[in-house]
Structures are given as C-alpha cells and as structure tokens.
C-alpha cells in the first residue's frame, strides 16, 4: 500500500477556510470580514506609495541574486532594531536582531531557540489569541498552556486573573504577550498594567516573548512601541517578534525579524550564533526582495516620513471606521451600549456576538467573520458598513 495510506485529512484553518467560503458565496453584496488584512476605503490592499517608490528604484538598478547573510540584510535588522527598541538600544550591542519570514517566521525561530535553550519550559498565551501562537509553539515541541485574558462581561481584561496566573507560573515559562492591537479581541493593557506585568514577569523569572504584528496601528509608530520600551527599561532579557505585513501592506513578502534583548554584547553575539543555526537548519537564508524594500523605506528619510503618514492614514481610517460602525448600529436600532468598540485597537473587533450569530451573518447576510465574534474593522468602509451594521442589527 501507499506510504500515505495512513495519512489522516487535517482540519483546514479556519480563517482560511472562511476565506474560501466567501470566495465561493455567489452573493453580490458578501463582505470579507474573516481576515486580517488591511483593505482602503475602496476595498483594495493598498501598494504604499513608500514602497512603490522603493520597489521602482531597486528595479530601475537591478542587481546579481546572490544569498544573503544566514541573519538577513545588515542594514534591515539594524534598521528595524532601532525602530523597535531606539537608536541608543542600537548602540548598546546587546540586542540579536535577524531577519525572520514574516512575524510568523519571527516566532518560529524564537521557539526553536527557547527549545534548546530550556527544553521543558512551558508557554502561556492569552486566552485567547492569535490562533496560530499555540500550534506554533506546540510543533516547537511545548506544552502550552493560557492566561486569562479577554473578559466578556466586562467587554475588556480579566486582569486580576491574567495576573494573577502570571504570578502562579514557574520559573522560566515562557509568556506570549500582544505588544499592541491584540489579536483577536482587539483590547489592550493600560500603561500602569503594562507596569504590573513587567514587575511580576521581573519577580517570578518568567521570559517574556512580545509579538510585535500592529506597531503603529493602535495609537503611533512610537505610543504602540512604547511597551517594549518599557521591557527595555525595566532590563529584563526577553523576545521581539516583529511583522510588517501589515504595516508596510507586504503581506506576501513575508518581512519580519526576531530579536533577542541580552545582558551584555557578548552575550548577545553567543545568542546571534545560535539563531543563525536555527535560522541555517531551517532554510538556510532568508529572501531578498520584501527585507530590501523596508530597509530603503526605514533609512531613506522622505521615504521613511512618507511611511509614517501612509500608517496614519491607515490607522486615522480605522479609528474612524470604528466610529462609523457604532453611529450605523444605532442608526439601526441597537441599543447597548457600543462604547466598547471605539476602545478596542487595531485591526480587529471582538464584537461580542457569539458562534450562532456569526454564522446568521454569513447565511443570511453574507458577512463573514470568524466563529468567535471577531470582525475585522479594517475591512469596513463606506460601501459595506450600512449592510455590516444592519446585518449585525439583525442578528443581535
Ligand atoms: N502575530 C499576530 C498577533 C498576528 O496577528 C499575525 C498575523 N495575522 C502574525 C503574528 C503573523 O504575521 P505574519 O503574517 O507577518 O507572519
């Protein structure tokens, strides 16, 4: 028989498969709100015009494709060390940054260095999270285990809970934390609790793992990276998962990084070798292309401030499509109170409807969100909100 013949069909992904359910409802007024992408006011994935200059200019003087570092583009780790953790972070030396397939590949090379660096430690996420976080460190070979993190009543953070299993944690466990614009709920901590749970993750010897995928979309490029900042500060040696699919719209480039925060420079060169194993046993070097366009949009100033005004505007967007969606829901009669979705950040709503309503908005009105309440905001705009709202009015 086969060598296969024992191969069982795995579950397709879920927020993939509601991708391919939309693509096949024949339904003319559908609304993709199941993914995590960044659609402008016309329901387009934006090409940033940074990039487009950026992209041009290297086609204009196209060059031999030799491999890269095994730790990527020099120039790109440096460039996003210093607009992770500061120019001054930089010149400490103390900080391995390499180039990673996107945030996901960012995570995966930290995974795999922890395992070997504390082969039975085990990794909290919050509960619940990005729902990749947990097959990821599970096929690193953890056990994972959650946090409290969303409290539904309170539409916000069970944080006396979170916290409180944050100080129940052994020794060395690994905690995964949503640097900013928590995926999926959409709720973040408050600087003073940020406080409480870098005291705790400082008393109790923890590791923290910040997965940095929205810097610049809750409130600033800066406000947002000020929680890594803060982790900085306090001089703990922790993990930086970095993505910009989203903040350079570069989705398919996969362009990420992962960095290591150490106690000394030479330190930091002993960890640098030993993601580089991980990184060469892996796939040995990492792409070109999506890690030049950064580093030339990071370093070339006009490019850089150009950036910045594009991540605004995608931000302001968001915000404001928030608003909207609170003024069409009571313009459609419902009446709780909605507040909570002006105080969400970021890309993504927990909108508070459960599974069944979900999937009344998908039969009935074709809007697709995921399973669990979440809408993705960004992929509102003016020529689906009314049917969102009065399709959300219906269900609730
Ligand atoms: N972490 C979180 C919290 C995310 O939401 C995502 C993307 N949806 C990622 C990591 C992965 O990002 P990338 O596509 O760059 O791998």
């Known amino acids: 028989s086969s060598l296969f013949a024992a191969v069982e069909m795995a579950p397709r992904d879920p927020i993939l498969g509601l991708n391919e359910q939309f693509n096949a409802d024949p339904n003319p007024a559908k609304v993709n709100l199941g993914v995590g992408v960044y659609t ?8 940033l015009k940074c990039v487009a200059a950026a992209e041009k200019a290297l086609l204009e003087a196209p060059k031999a494709k030799g491999y890269l570092p095994i730790d990527g583009i020099a120039a790109y780790d440096k460039a996003v060390q210093a607009l992770v953790f500061g120019d001054e972070a930089v010149a400490s ?78 020794a060395g466990t690994v905690v995964v934390l949503h640097a900013c614009c928590h995926n999926p709920t959409g709720y973040d901590l408050t600087p003073a609790q940020w406080s409480e749970v870098i005291a705790t ?13 929205y810097q610049g979309f809750g409130d600033g490029i800066a406000e947002d990276g000020a929680v890594i900042r803060a982790f900085l500060e306090a001089g703990l040696n922790f993990f930086v ?45 990492p792409p070109t292309f999506g890690a030049t366009l950064v580093a030339t949009v990071l370093t070339t100033p006009a490019l850089r401030a150009q950036w910045e005004e594009e991540l605004a505007g995608m931000r302001v967007r968001i915000q404001a499509m928030r608003g909207a969606l609170v003024e069409r829901l009571q313009a459609a009669g419902v009446k709780q109170d909605l507040a909570f979705i002006t105080r969400q950040k970021g890309m993504f709503s927990y909108s508070g409807l459960n599974a069944a309503q979900m999937q009344r908005l998908r039969s009935e009105f074709g809007i697709y969100g995921v399973d669990s309440g979440r809408i993705c905001v960004a992929a509102l705009n003016e020529k689906n909100l009314d049917a969102v709202a009065r399709g959300i009015a219906a269900v609730l």
């Open 40 to 47: 402008d006011e016309n329901g387009k994935l934006p090409l």
């Open 93 to 170: 030396g103390r900080i391995a940054t390499v180039q990673g397939l996107g945030g996901t590949g960012g995570l995966k090379i930290g995974a795999d260095f922890l395992k070997r660096l504390n082969p039975g430690a085990t990794v909290l996420i919050s509960d619940p999270s990005w729902e990749n976080h947990r097959a990821l460190f599970t096929n690193a070979g953890f056990t994972v285990g959650s946090y409290p993190y969303y409290d539904a009543e309170a539409r916000g953070i069970a944080f006396d809970k979170m916290l409180a299993a944050l100080n129940a944690a052994a």
């Open 201 to 213: 993750v400082k008393a109790r010897g923890l590791v923290a793992f910040l997965d940095s995928a």
């Open 241 to 285: 998962s970095t993505s910009f699919s989203k903040s350079f719209s570069l989705y398919g480039e996969r362009v990420g990084a992962l960095s290591a925060v150490s106690a000394s420079k030479e330190e930091a060169a002993r960890v640098l070798s030993q993601l580089k194993i991980v990184i060469r046993t892996n796939y040995s070097n």
